[in-house]
């Protein structure tokens, strides 16, 4: 069964750091390009961030402030891709998912498999 599954998600007070991880299962993620996606209530589900498969270069939303704050990064080898989030803010707080292979461009939440998400919460 191909899926992802992630971990690291906690609570956290503002200015702290977590380390989220996504593992994949079923099939080798290396050639395709994965990102994380977050949703907080009430809202819509919005891009974080993306890595490609082939040079790792790295996508980080525009509208929400985390470049600079989250580090994107993978190990093909391993199957893996995690998030680093660094001086985190109440407004970080949300579910947080992996996905892997855009249909269309990195941005869209379009991909073709998605983990489970992860629980974030950033107290003041």
């Known amino acids: 069964q191909v899926r992802l599954v992630e971990s690291g998600g906690g609570l956290v007070q503002a200015g702290g750091s977590l380390r989220l991880s996504c593992a994949g299962f079923?099939?080798?993620?290396?050639?395709?390009?994965m990102g994380w996606f977050r949703q907080a209530p009430g809202r819509n589900r919005e891009f974080v961030a993306a890595?490609?498969?082939?040079?790792?270069?790295?996508?980080?939303a525009d509208s929400i402030d985390v470049e600079g704050r989250f580090i994107i990064s993978r190990d093909n080898a391993k199957n893996t891709m995690d998030l680093k989030m660094n001086d985190l803010k109440p407004e970080d707080t949300a579910v947080y998912y992996c996905?892997?292979?855009?249909?269309?461009?990195?941005?869209?939440?379009?991909?073709?498999?998605w983990g489970q998400g992860t629980q974030v919460t950033v107290s003041t």
């Open positions: 996905a892997a292979d855009p249909v269309h461009t990195v941005y869209w939440d379009d991909y073709r498999t």
């Open positions: 079923g099939r080798n993620f290396s050639s395709v390009t």
């Open positions: 890595i490609s498969w082939q040079y790792g270069r790295t996508y980080y």
